[in-house]
T-cell receptor
Framework: TQLLEQSPQFLSIQEGENLTVYCNSSSVFSSLQWYRQEPGEGPVLLVTVVTGGEVKKLKRLTFQFGDARKDSSLHITAAQPGDTGLYLCAGASGTYKYIFGTGTRLKVLA | EAGVAQSPRYKIIEKRQSVAFWCNPISGHATLYWYQQILGQGPKLLIQFQNNGVVDDSQLPKDRFSAERLKGVDSTLKIQPAKLEDSAVYLC??????????FGPGTRLTVT
């Protein structure tokens, strides 16, 4: 059974701080996605990474796919209260089929 | 472009009762997913449709859960009879390409 473990599980930081969230597995994925979910809403796709070692940037968010395509990280620079939410990674085990990670709940305090 | 619609948004039922959730995907999206998200966890795939055919239902508890996607558009997920452990948010998502999923707001089910 493929599992995606995220760490940390919870993170509470002050506005302006930097943070990194990790997504790890013993399985190889063909691609990996990151989502942000706010209370009462469904997850919203932030990025899809496909190639081992790939780095993508979305404003203050930097996403990296591990060289072996088993892990990924999300780095947020100068966090803002608007970044608060549940961050989920999802690995593709085939086309159109994704396994979600355990989630990291981030709270950014003003 | 309208997003994925789900109804109802909230439902409270007693154990052993039945319940149904409805999903209307984004127009033109052939793939539709139902996920179960227990509080504090990531979504777990229950069933995946490609048009009106089932691609994957390996994690669907078939003794109590059923789903259909007639005409390859709308979909319904049913639970009968419900158990306490079915309390969760049920998310519907749709996609047109392999690298995207668009989620609806979910239905929060509470079983008492």
């Amino acid at each position: 059974t493929q599992l995606l473990e995220q760490s940390p599980q919870f993170l509470s930081i002050q506005e302006g701080e930097n943070l990194t969230v990790y997504c790890n597995s013993s399985s190889v994925f063909s691609s990996l996605q990151w989502y942000r979910q706010e209370p009462g809403e469904g997850p919203v796709l932030l990025v899809t990474v496909v190639t081992g070692g790939e780095v993508k940037k979305l404003k203050r968010l930097t996403f990296q796919f591990g060289d072996a395509r088993k892990d990924s990280s999300l780095h947020i620079t100068a966090a803002q209260p608007g970044d608060t939410g549940l961050y989920l990674c999802a690995g593709a085990s085939g086309t159109y089929k994704y396994i979600f990670g355990t989630g990291t709940r981030l709270k950014v305090l003003a | 472009e309208a997003g994925v619609a789900q109804s109802p948004r909230y439902k409270i039922i007693e154990k052993r009762q039945s319940v149904a959730f409805w999903c209307n995907p984004i127009s033109g999206h052939a793939t539709l997913y139902w996920y179960q998200q227990i509080l504090g966890q990531g979504p777990k795939l229950l069933i995946q449709f490609q048009n009106n055919g089932v691609v994957d239902d390996s994690q669907l508890p078939k003794d109590r859960f059923s789903a259909e996607r007639l005409k390859g558009v709308d979909s319904t997920l049913k639970i009968q009879p419900a158990k306490l452990e079915d309390s969760a948010v049920y998310l519907c998502a749709s996609s047109r390409t392999w690298d995207e999923q668009y989620f609806g707001p979910g239905t929060r089910l509470t079983v008492t």
